[in-house]
Nanobody
Framework: EVQFVESGGGLVQDGGSLRLSCAAS????????IGWFRQAPGKERERVSC????????YYAESVKGRFTISSDSAKSTVFLQMNSLKPEDTAVYYC???????????????????WGQGTQVTVSS
């Protein structure tokens, strides 16, 4: 059974940092694009960052570029999202996901990812 488990969320002040982790079991990242998404109350789920399956190219949403960094440890089937300079508008439930996607991961929406974690809450206070 494939399972993704996110951790590392919490409450942090404006300008603070958090590091999210997503541990996959029963799964290897080979051939899959990996992404971090977030969903705030009343809003659609949006892509924060993703890594192409082929060339390893990385995409960041404009709103997080320069503040967030995605990385992975393939040997441990774990993907990370380092979040610095957090802002109140970053408050959301954060999800990791994997999809067997061709080409650039930025061209695919949430519905095209195959596996999802349960999410971890990130709250940034002002």
């Amino acid at each position: 059974e494939v399972q993704f488990v996110e951790s590392g969320g919490g409450l942090v002040q404006d300008g603070g940092s958090l590091r999210l982790s997503c541990a996959a079991s029963g799964f290897t990242f080979d051939g899959y694009a990996i992404g971090w998404f977030r969903q705030a109350p009343g809003k659609e789920r949006e892509r924060v960052s993703c890594v192409n399956s082929g060339d390893g190219g990385i995409y960041y949403a404009e709103s997080v570029k320069g503040r967030f960094t995605i990385s992975s440890d393939s040997a441990k089937s774990t993907v990370f999202l380092q979040m610095n300079s957090l802002k109140p508008e970053d408050t959301a439930v954060y999800y990791c996901a994997a999809g067997k996607l061709k080409n650039f991961c930025s061209g695919y929406g949430p519905g095209e990812y195959d596996y999802w974690g349960q999410g971890t809450q990130v709250t940034v206070s002002s």
